[in-house]
């Protein structure tokens, strides 16, 4: 019975985080930087502490933070990456010439 | 030509190498917790099965496990792009993704903040 549980949170989750932003983020800074440990241990604690968060805070931190000001939050740190990223590139583009 | 490009491999070598593991482990950590604070499908899964009668630890030690094992796939993905395709490419096309889903929450943040 706990077993089947464990199963069905594991599958449920796995599928709703597989392609989602949160991973496409991992993809991005994993193929953007050279140190994949770095970026797996880092983005696994991030996802774990979150989860406690979640469900400590009764299933949604949106009770404590305003959901508008988190979506502002990761929308301007996001916005952060995308520039780096940008800049880098031109940065390897004008090595080339 | 061959002289030029791997100078430029190079420089781009070196200034991945100046970014310590620290940092990138720091700059991970913020940006997947933060977009995953803002992200509610998770939640709600672990809402969903915490009403299902299930003890929350469990639920936990599940949604735990799914999360690492996503991430470490993640991590696998961006690995093999990083060695497969042309590298400058892939970062214009990364900073593009990450612009666009920058201003699309930063769009939705807004319109809810005006809501309110």
Known sequence: ?97 | MGQINSKSKKNTSDSNDSTTFLGILITSFSTIFLAELGDKTQLATLMLSAQSGGRPLIIFTGASLALITTSLLGVLIGQWIADNLPRQKFTVITGIIMLSLGSYLVTQGFIEFIKN
């Open chain 1, 1 to 97: 019975m706990l077993l089947t549980l464990l199963f069905t949170t594991f599958v449920t989750v796995f599928l709703a985080e597989m392609g989602d932003k949160t991973q496409l983020t991992t993809i991005t800074l994993s193929s953007t930087t050279n140190k994949p440990l770095a970026v797996f241990i880092g983005s696994s604690i991030a996802l774990i502490l979150a989860t406690l968060l979640g469900a400590l805070a009764g299933g949604s931190i949106a009770n404590l933070i305003p959901e508008f000001m988190l979506k502002l939050l990761s929308g301007i740190v996001f916005l952060i990456i995308g520039i780096n990223l940008m800049a880098k590139s031109r940065d390897e583009n004008s090595s080339h010439n």
